[in-house]
Nanobody, 122 residues
């Protein structure tokens, strides 16, 4: 069992930065890949980025490449999403999720956090 809690969301002007954190509990946390997803009002949940168990392999959707960076610290049981050069279209509720599979599909993730709101204004 893995419990996930996101934090770090907020209101930011376009071009600004935010750093989201996903705090995990559970003895098996380090055996899970972690993904970040987002869901804007009226839209489906969208994959954003993922990181493997050791933290040396990452994957991003094209729209955030070069702006977002996912990282993890297994000693602290945390995964972070550094978001730079934010755009209004990045506005959404951001979720972290855990899976043992190499996947970008939300249905394949086993554990989810409650989400944190990110709002980018122009």
């Amino acid at each position: 069992q893995v419990q996930l809690v996101e934090s770090g969301g907020g209101l930011v002007q376009a071009g600004g930065s935010l750093r989201l954190s996903c705090a995990a509990s559970g003895r098996t946390y380090s055996s899970y890949r972690i993904g970040w997803f987002r869901q804007a009002p009226g839209k489906e949940r969208e994959f954003v980025a993922r990181i493997n168990q050791s933290g040396d392999s990452t994957y991003y959707i094209d729209s955030v490449k070069g702006r977002f960076t996912i990282s993890r610290d297994n000693a602290k049981n945390t995964v972070s999403l550094q978001m730079n050069s934010l755009k209004p279209e990045d506005t959404a509720v951001y979720y972290c999720a855990a899976t043992k599979r190499q996947t970008i599909f939300a249905g394949n993730y086993d554990y989810w956090g409650q989400g944190t709101q990110v709002t980018v204004f122009s």
